[in-house]
């Protein structure tokens, strides 16, 4: 029988406005109310705007809110603001700042997704705090909140009781993590598994994947079929000659021809592949080094490690140490 009843309520409350991006709103959203069921908590989940009534969305579904206004001694175990196309105008708003900034006063936990940083930067919630949004925002977060310490690689950072996210998606990543926090890994990564995500990723991943990198700079998918070989084929020799071979060219025509259609040597692909493969299992697996060196294609630790380090500047070792995501029984 569950133990849902007898835990404690945890209030979410979300803030949009008009023109918020529905998905910001809905995939953290969902993270939590599936939390309920599959993991047994006692999430309660409010959406609340400016003013009471239907708020507008950035697709035809507009979204039934409660006023902030209503919220004036109750106290909120986590607050989180979207983003989307009307963070401008809304990060502008001086009744909007206003609210924000009484409500993170009741807020245990504060956050935000995608451009939704910019409405907690405006109410001076990010000052002197490392923070992240949409990548192709950073750089605007930064110039418009000095005080902001805005880095545009990771998926979410955590601050104290303050968290941002990086684009859309990368909401549930952050939702994900903070039923880690409140329940457990074990808890959040079954949560994972029931909403079908690929993986559960730690906030300092960098938001940029080389496999989506890959497929973006192939823009006619010539080559697509091929990166699944490779993925799927990391063990074995794949020197140019063996590439060519698979989608039937010469080893001299497939180097010059893939060089420019990706931007990058065969050989830069591959290592690229077998290094984003090797910071998977390091990420999610108990696996020794020298096992994902072998399930890699890397030949030799070594080899790891110099590729590990090229990559994202730690060790194979140190980057375990600092985004591995091995059981807790495990890591006792």
């Not at 991006?21 to 309660?44: M, T």
């Not at 074990?186 to 990723?201: D, F, N, Q």
């Not at 060219?249 to 180097?255: E, G, I, L, T, V």
Request: proline residues 3%.
């Amino acid at each position: 029988m569950s133990s849902f009843s007898a835990k404690p309520v945890h209030t979410v409350v979300f803030i949009v406005f008009p023109h918020v991006k529905l998905l910001d709103l809905s995939g953290a959203l969902q993270v939590f109310e599936d939390a309920n069921d599959v993991c047994s908590a006692n999430y309660q989940t409010k959406i609340l705007a400016l003013e009471a009534g239907p708020v507008k969305t950035d697709t035809v579904v507009s979204i039934s809110c409660e006023p902030l206004s209503q919220w004036s001694q109750r106290a909120i175990d986590t607050l989180i603001v979207a983003g989307g196309p009307g963070t401008r105008a809304a990060s502008a708003n001086p009744d909007l700042i206003a609210e924000v900034q009484r409500v993170a006063q009741i807020s245990k936990r504060v956050a935000s997704i995608c451009t939704g940083a910019f409405v907690l930067a405006a109410a001076g919630l990010l000052d002197h705090k490392r923070a992240v949004t949409h990548w192709d925002s950073c750089a605007l977060l930064q110039d418009s909140f000095p005080m902001v310490r805005v880095e545009s690689d990771p998926i979410y950072i955590r601050d104290g009781q303050v968290w941002t996210s990086a684009g859309v998606t990368a909401g549930i990543d952050m939702a994900l993590a903070m039923v880690a926090a409140d329940h457990g890994r074990v808890a959040a990564l079954a949560l994972a598994k029931s909403l079908v995500t690929y993986m559960m990723r730690p906030g300092g991943q960098s938001q940029f994947s080389p496999v989506l990198d890959q497929q973006a700079s192939d823009a006619n998918g010539r080559f697509d079929a091929l990166h699944s070989w490779i993925i799927e084929n990391l063990t074995r020799d794949l020197r140019v000659e063996r590439l060519a071979e698979q989608v039937n060219m010469s080893a001299r025509n497939f180097a010059r021809v893939y060089t420019a259609e990706t931007g990058s040597s065969p050989a830069r692909a591959v290592e690229r592949l077998r290094v984003e493969t090797a910071r998977r299992l390091l990420e999610d697996t108990g696996l020794s080094i020298s096992a994902i060196t072998g399930r890699c294609g890397f030949g030799d630790t070594e080899r790891l490690r110099r590729a590990m380090t090229k990559a994202f500047g730690l060790s194979a070792n140190d980057y375990r140490k600092h985004f591995g995501a091995v059981a807790e029984a495990d890591r006792r």
